[in-house]
């Protein structure tokens, strides 16, 4: 028998490795751009077709390379950033393993161009597979231009775990913008199917930003700057009042570099104190220069992730910016009087079991549904037909509870509520006396039931009400989300808000879901998007459930507000005849309901 | 301070300021009423900080003073001392003694000067309306303003001075009244447009019995002057939206109705609509409105016909084969119609998604009187 172990040939072992390095279109444009910048660029274009799938060019007027070098670029391990071991703890470019260029060339077709200031002519190279095809003079400016086309033509299953244009789209925009905002002094156009997205022109920090988002978005930033020997830190942070309710916008670069590190961003919002209220995030760009050698970036090959010598120093650090940065502008903080004087959380708890909890906890998703449904016989039909037909969807369905099991929910029914004494608890809760006990309804997660139900009829039943507006409201979007507002058109108008695109990522609402609380309309269209956004890299939901549970989330009513008498019997008849009345759409149950006969023990009556 | 007044007139005078006082404030000087006698003058003060209102009484003065006393105990007791009379006397630490025939009552007060005061501005521009106007436009056009505090343009009534037009307008997004004054002469040159807040206006209409009004305002600041009664407010800072070009000029299709039928048959809609949205469906024929509610959750659904008759349309529309059908949420419908102080009103009608727009089917001398409505679009 002979030896079973080999040693794989270089070409394929080029196309393991480049999976680590090039999982996506998005990681070609970045060590792309990445090399342009090493090479000294000051005007970067990227084009991309087909979401990357069929062409990325990324040309600049950097130094250029030499012939020799055009070829050997593209060998593993082949970089002019390093020589030894030692540069490791110095290093100042982006690129530096030598890994890139290979891996690009060893899974798809990549044309070079390539000219030094001091050739007179250019190198042509083409490379298909990792193996040179041609190899040859030819006429060009000074700088690099690299063409990757067929990405991914000989590792299918790599190709086939690619993402829908429009997500592919998105890693590219996001990691350009990235890049775009850490080197404002670099002009860089961005061409997507030969349309410009961006053309972005020199500038400062401050005027980049604002290019790439909007006026508004960048008037609500604060200046940061402090630093001593060690650690600077700079950059700029939003006022309190602009947060968002997704984990966006948010950029750390260290000496120049993209990272993510959740402990800093924890150290962001701490230094917030309670400027910001839990589950609002801020933007921030924010750039820490640390000499390289208490740091290490080759961690992963897409240098996403760095480890700190002192992480504890440079979270200290962070927080006294932001702190700084905050105490120092002035941060218009409107806290009406009815803020202040809010019931405070009471000390003193009340530790009821939740006699529901059991049944809930003790079913897992996908439990099969049945009975312990009011008859909803007449309801689809309505006058208003809305809800033709109305496919019923069970299979996400999250826990019910078991019918078989003895139900503490057995009793509720509707008219149980009716006439009887229904109060608003902490502006949070609805009390609800009932024939056996108490009634507690979390109005949020209630009210998130119903929306929820609601829009998936809606979207299932291709008819809509919208509540015109007399003056339509114009949402400034970004360029990312106003694609994905383009490709929900439909569904927008099904859930009733009548969307108008018009130029410069801007939407006009003219109509809005009659259902929506009035007054915060812009608001919750754009963490409509924010929320469809999340839930799509989290839960790989279907398009229209996705939208559902965004929508319900975002426009339900919230822990805070304050509720009317009718509101709130209102609320309570829709929860209860929707279909699953006793979890919202994320599975948290919306009532739990405690027995006079529960009370009476408690309190040691017989 | 000394002086005496009758029980049921001083609380007469103390709850026309009840309402502007904070229920629960962070400054707690605001639970206090200023009180502040020259000769047989009393002038009484209270304020939210945003909203001062002065009222001005006879009294028998004995000793001129100032003092704040503390609004609620003061009212609760003068309530029950209708037909008594009270000699109030406050001695130099604040503290106010209540006597009557056969009793004695303290109350510590707080010193005047801790009670903040209006900003009193010279330069302000002055129009005056005689009562009947000023609260009537106010009662047109307030049920329309905007109530949640985000969009701040729309939280108020405008009222807009023209060279010879009086407009008060308010919106807030779903529908806007509108109504003008046209034999408005300006006393100056002034063209003013202003926001005058909800809260200022409410306070405005439960206090101005048709008294006549003396407006004085600027860019920030309001005062309201009548009978006994004066009102500072800060004005709304920021311009109203443009609205003129929003109300539709085209709607051929106008329709009378009856108003009593209207609204009552709304108001029987209401019941059985969704609560949240108020959902109702009008199907109008040539001769006859089918409005129709339901709320399929619960399964309830109500529908009526009324008479109606078409003033007039584009002419080819044959209704009885095809109904002009519109939906609306029923409470901006049944408010606009409420308004109207004619037994039959005109509505008219573009296209399903287009405004409406609710007049009296004869307007008032001299006036104009509209409210628009957007439609639920149904699609």
Known sequence: ?606 | MKFSVKGDKLAEYLSKLNSVIPSRSPLPILDNILFDLKGNELKLLASDLEIFIRTTLEVEGKKDGRVAIPARRLLDISRTLTSASLSVEVNDKNRITIKTSNGKYTIGGEPAEDFPSPEEKSDLHTINLDGHTFKRYLSKTIHAVNTDELRRNMSGVLMDVNRNELKFVATDGFRLAKIIKKDFKKQSEIEEKIIIPLKTGQHIMKLNNNDDSNIEFDDIDLKVSFSDVEIYSKLIDDSFPSYENVIPKDNDKILKVSKILLSDSLKRALIFADVITKRVRLEIKSGSMEIKADNPEIVSEGEETIECTFVSNSGSEDFDKSPFVIAFNASYLLDAVSQMETEEINISFGNSSKAAITTPSKQADNEDFIELIMPVRVG
């Open chain 1, 1 to 606: 028998m002979g030896s079973c172990i080999k040693i794989l040939p270089l070409s394929l072992s080029n196309k393991i490795a480049a999976g680590e390095v090039v999982n996506r279109p998005e990681s070609v444009v970045k060590e792309l751009m990445e090399n342009s910048i090493d090479a000294k660029a000051d005007s970067i274009t990227v084009i991309i077709k087909d979401a990357g799938k069929s062409l990325i060019q990324v040309s600049d007027n950097g130094s250029g390379m030499s012939e020799d070098d055009a070829v050997l670029c593209f060998q593993r391990h082949s970089t002019s950033k390093i020589t030894s071991a030692e540069d490791l703890d110095r290093i100042k470019t982006l690129g530096f393993r030598g890994e890139a260029l290979a891996s690009v060339a060893s899974i798809s077709h990549v044309e070079l161009k390539t000219k030094t200031g001091d050739d007179e002519v250019g190198t042509l190279v083409r490379i298909e597979g990792g193996e040179v095809k041609t190899a040859e003079k030819t006429n060009c400016e000074k700088g690099t231009s690299i063409a990757v086309k067929n990405l991914f033509y000989n590792t299918p299953g790599r190709r086939n775990f690619l993402k829908s244009n429009q997500t592919e789209f998105r890693h590219i925009y996001e990691t350009f913008v990235r890049i775009a905002v850490s080197n404002p002094g670099i002009e860089f156009n961005l061409f997507v199917n030969d349309d410009p997205v961006f053309e972005l022109k020199k500038s400062d920090l401050f005027q980049r930003i604002k290019d790439i988002f909007s006026d508004t978005f960048s008037d609500s930033l604060i200046e940061v700057n402090q630093g001593n020997e060690i650690i600077k830190i700079n950059g700029y942070i939003s006022k309190p009042n602009f947060t968002k309710k997704s984990k966006q916008d948010q950029f750390f670069y260290l000496n120049g570099r993209f990272f993510i590190n959740r402990t800093l961003n924890f150290a962001v919002y701490s230094g917030y104190d309670d400027l910001i209220e839990k589950g609002d995030y801020p933007s921030f760009f924010l750039f820490i220069e640390i000499n390289p050698s208490k740091t290490d970036v080759n961690v992963h090959p897409s240098k996403m992730e760095v480890k700190f010598e002192d992480e504890s120093a440079v979270f200290g650090m962070l927080r006294s910016s932001v702190r700084e940065a905050l105490k120092k502008s002035d941060i218009v903080f409107n806290v009406g009087f009815d803020n202040t004087i809010k019931f405070n959380d009471t000390t003193e708890s009340f530790h009821f079991t939740q006699p529901g909890k059991k049944e809930f906890s003790g079913h897992g998703i996908g439990t099969s549904f049945s009975g312990n449904r009011q008859s909803k016989s007449g309801n689809i039909h309505s006058i208003f037909e809305a809800s033709k037909e109305f496919q019923e969807d069970k299979k996400d369905e999250p826990i019910v509870p078991d019918p078989a099991e003895p139900n503490i929910f057995s009793h509720t029914k509707k008219s149980e509520t009716e006439g009887f004494n229904v109060w608003q608890y902490q502006y949070k809760y609805i009390m609800c006396q009932t024939e056996t006990g108490l009634m507690i309804i979390d109005q949020h997660a209630a009210h998130e039931r119903i929306l929820y139900e609601k829009a998936l009829m809606s979207l299932n039943s291709q008819s809509y009400f919208s509540q015109q507006l007399l003056l339509p409201i114009k949402v400034n979007l970004t360029k990312i989300d106003y694609v994905i507002a383009q490709s929900l058109k439909d569904e927008f108008r099904n859930l009733g808000f009548i969307v108008n695109y018009l130029k410069d990522n801007i939407v006009e609402l003219s109509g809005l879901p009659s259902d929506v609380k009035p007054g915060k309309e812009n608001k919750i269209f754009q963490e409509l998007i924010d929320q469809y956004k999340e839930y799509e890299l989290k839960l790989n939901l279907d398009k229209r459930d996705n939208l559902a549970k965004s929508f319900a989330c975002r426009s339900a009513i919230k822990s805070g507000d304050k509720l009317q008498y009718q509101e709130m019997v209102g609320l309570i008849d829709n929860l209860f005849s929707s279909q699953m009345p006793f979890v919202c759409p994320h599975g948290r149950p919306t009532v739990i309901r405690i027995t006079t006969d529960e009370l009476d023990k408690r309190f040691s009556r017989s």
